[in-house]
């Protein structure tokens, strides 16, 4: 049965940095596309980034790019989300989601079979 367990959320200040972890449990990782979604305080859960088996990122979310990169390690069954320049809109929790692989990254929460129990990121500014 797989499991994802997040790391690395908490309090940044606007415009500082941090990285979200996913390490993925009881499944062949290499065979499952990532995804990161997030949800705020009175909001729908929304796309973030993803990643393909292969390591190829899909485009990520139009509000993160360029900000925010996401990468997995096959070999250690890892996925992360590096966050660059938070900004107070980025208050969310952060799911790392995955599903086996179809031919690309889903960009929607329907496409995903597992999901992590989340990451809190606060800005604290």
């Known amino acids: 049965q797989v499991k994802l367990v997040e790391s690395g959320g908490g309090l940044v200040q606007a415009g500082g940095s941090l990285r979200l972890s996913c390490t993925f449990y009881g499944g062949a990782f290499s065979s499952y596309d990532m995804g990161w979604f997030r949800q705020g305080s009175g909001k729908e859960r929304e796309f973030v980034a993803a990643?393909?088996?292969?390591?190829?990122?899909?485009p990520a979310a139009d509000s993160v790019k360029g900000r925010f990169t996401v990468c997995r390690d096959n070999t250690k069954n890892a996925v992360s989300l590096e966050v660059l320049r938070l900004e107070h809109e980025d208050t969310a929790t952060y799911y790392c989601e995955a599903h086996e692989s179809f031919g690309m990254p889903g960009r929607t929460a329907s496409d995903y079979t597992n999901w992590g129990q989340g990451a809190r990121v606060t800005d604290s500014s």
């Open positions: 990643i393909s088996v292969s390591g190829l990122p899909a």
